[in-house]
């Protein structure tokens, strides 16, 4: 079975960009390997989405914010799918990615921003990764290594409505 390359972006990969990479890595289809990065990215990972990837069995010594420049050189992983999480990262001009991957906006409200107990941070962290896990899963089900190329990037923009 083939393996996909998927790259999650936002703007610091510090919280949401990074939990999709683990989900996606840790998807228990087996079928992705994920990726992270950011057009400016922070110093390190929100502390509460570490936590939740570690509880997905994600290791931590993968764990850092790093810029998408790293995914746009010629000896990086030629990725399958690429999804900006935020809506900054959405509206910037993108590197050129090699292979024409697919792409989409799964859109999220930052979790780090959420004010209150550290409670109320973790269930906010938890309410992306919800949200990103159940459009993996759909996606890890539909028959991709059968669908053309135009096919799976209507398919990966659809996903953007799954709530």
């Known amino acids: 079975m083939k393996k996909y390359n998927i790259l999650f972006l936002c703007t610091h990969n510090s919280a949401r960009s990074v939990l999709g990479e683990a989900i996606a890595s840790t998807h228990a289809s087996g079928r992705f390997v994920g990726f992270?990065?950011?057009?400016?990215?922070?110093?390190?990972?929100?502390?509460?989405?570490a936590e939740l990837a570690k509880e997905m069995g994600y290791p931590e010594e993968k764990l850092s914010s790093k810029s998408w420049d790293v995914y746009?050189?010629?000896?990086?992983?030629?990725?399958?799918?690429?999804?900006t999480v935020?809506?900054?990262?959405?509206?910037?001009?993108?590197?050129?990615?090699p292979g024409k991957p697919a792409t989409a906006h799964w859109g999220y409200p930052d979790p780090s921003q959420v004010q209150g107990t550290d409670d109320e941070k973790r269930r906010a962290f938890k309410e992306v990764m919800v949200g990103l896990r159940k459009r993996?899963?759909?996606?890890?089900?539909?028959?991709?290594?059968?669908?053309?190329?135009?096919t799976i990037q209507s398919e990966l923009k659809k996903l953007a409505e799954v709530k």
């Open 36 to 49: 992270s990065a950011g057009s400016t990215p922070g110093t390190k990972v929100n502390p509460f989405a």
């Open 86 to 97: 935020c809506d900054n990262a959405a509206g910037e001009v993108c590197p050129f990615w």
């Open 136 to 150: 993996m899963d759909i996606l890890a089900a539909m028959p991709l290594e059968k669908l053309d190329a135009m």
């Open 72 to 83: 746009g050189k010629e000896d990086a992983p030629q990725m399958d799918f690429i999804i």
